[in-house]
């Protein structure tokens, strides 16, 4: 069974640039969430997508935004770069979301903003 | 605030030996709990899990051991082996308040097992 996949692997932007990752979870699940790890902050929880929808939220600005497609292949854009944005997002996919189970991880994103 | 805490940043033990990795928690609302493992480069990598009705978990070599009142939790790796040296990461969610995939994450513990 193939595991949870993200792209790019590597990205580098500048400040005000926006940019837009991929996740794609293992066959069968429907919910997805996304957190950012930071080696001040650790992981963090951005948001959840369950059946197209953004279930909950973690505490970040308005400038991270998800969506989650038909196929509960789900986006994560962030908007108006920052030097603070760098750091590894990694999405997480799990059966349901709304039950006791584990959520499997991709490799990441490694983001880097100059 | 920091609700989910690993108070030891590294953690040295012999091969063969018990490594016990240590999570404390604040939150009360917090109802299941999971252990994840992180290699360099990779994504964690689920462990084991405990929801807060037990308060011991075994699989294999890994036991994960809850003390609610104490608002505790830790990990026992027997007999550590040098391919456990990873970085480790407790986590914690609370399904009753309808947020069970929001994983709230400690800042790890990093187990070096040395020959």
């Known amino acids: 069974k193939a595991g949870v996949t993200q792209t790019p692997r590597y990205l580098i932007k500048t400040r005000g640039q926006q940019v837009t990752l991929s996740c794609s979870p293992i066959?069968?699940?429907?919910?997805v969430s996304w957190y950012q790890q930071t080696p001040g902050q650790g992981l963090q929880f951005l948001f959840e997508?369950?059946?197209?929808?953004?279930?909950n939220k973690g505490n970040f600005p308005g400038r991270f935004s998800g969506r989650q497609f038909s196929n509960s292949r789900s986006e994560m854009n962030v908007s108006t770069l920052e030097l603070g944005d760098s750091a590894l997002y990694l999405c997480?996919?799990?059966?349901?979301?709304?039950?006791?189970?584990?959520?499997?991880f991709g490799p990441g994103t490694r983001l880097t903003v100059l | 605030d920091q609700q989910v805490k690993q108070n030891s940043p590294s953690l040295s033990v012999q091969e063969g030996r018990i490594s016990i990795l240590n999570c404390d928690y604040t939150?009360?609302?917090?109802?299941?709990f999971l252990w994840y493992k992180k290699y360099p480069a990779e994504g964690p990598t689920f462990l084991i899990s405990?929801?807060?009705?037990?308060d011991k978990n075994e699989d294999g070599r890994f036991t994960v051991f809850l003390n609610k009142s104490a608002k505790h939790l830790s990990l026992h790796i027997v007999p550590s082996q040098p391919g456990d040296s990873a970085v480790y990461f407790c986590?914690?969610?609370?399904?009753?308040?309808?947020?069970?995939?929001?994983?709230?994450f400690g800042t790890g513990t990093r187990l070096q097992v040395t020959l």
């Open positions: 997480a996919s799990g059966k349901r979301g709304d039950s006791y189970n584990e959520q499997f």
């Open positions: 066959s069968g699940h429907r919910s």
């Open positions: 997508y369950f059946s197209e929808t953004q279930r």
């Open positions: 939150n009360s609302m917090f109802d299941y």
């Open positions: 405990i929801s807060s009705i037990k």
């Open positions: 986590a914690a969610s609370a399904f009753t308040t309808g947020t069970a995939s929001k994983l709230t």
